[in-house]
C-alpha cells in the first residue's frame, strides 16, 4: 500500500510564502512522478503543478508560473511545492498525488488527504 501525506499548510498573509511537503510511505517504486492540485470550496479540482521522477521535468498551471515551485528529494521520498507571492486566489486545499513512471502523464494513482492553505487579504 503507498501512503502519500501533505504538511506544510496553513494561515498566510498575502504576498507570504508556504512550503508543502508531500511525504510517501508503503509501497516503493523504481519510479513516480508526483503532481499537486488544489480545491477551493464550490470549485472544481484543478492542476497546480507536477514534476518528473528525476526533477528534470516540471509543469505548472498558468496561475502559478513564476510563484510556485516544485521540487523533490527522492532520498527522503519527498515532493515539495514552495508556494511564493500567495494570493487569497490561491487559498484551498492542496494535494498531492502518484503516477507510475518517470514522466508525468495527468494519471496518479493515489492521492493524499490534504493540507489546507489559506490566504488572507
Known amino acids: 500500500q503507498v501512503q502519500l501525506v501533505e504538511s506544510g499548510g496553513g494561515l498566510v498573509q498575502a504576498g507570504g510564502s508556504l512550503r508543502l511537503s508531500c511525504a510517501r510511505s508503503?509501497?516503493?517504486?523504481?519510479?513516480?512522478?508526483v503532481g499537486w492540485f488544489r480545491q477551493a470550496p464550490g470549485k472544481e479540482r484543478e492542476f497546480v503543478a507536477a514534476i518528473s521522477w528525476s526533477g528534470a521535468s516540471t509543469h505548472y498551471a498558468d496561475s502559478v508560473k513564476g510563484r510556485f515551485t516544485i521540487s523533490r528529494d527522492n532520498a527522503k521520498n519527498t515532493v515539495y511545492l514552495q508556494m511564493s507571492t500567495l494570493k487569497p486566489e490561491d487559498t484551498a486545499v492542496y494535494y498531492c498525488?502518484?503516477?507510475?513512471?518517470?514522466?508525468?502523464?495527468?494519471?496518479?494513482?493515489?492521492w493524499g488527504q490534504g493540507t489546507q492553505v489559506t490566504v488572507s487579504s
Open positions: 508503503g509501497r516503493t517504486f523504481d519510479s513516480y512522478a
Open positions: 498525488a502518484l503516477q507510475y513512471g518517470s514522466i508525468w502523464y495527468g494519471v496518479p494513482s493515489y
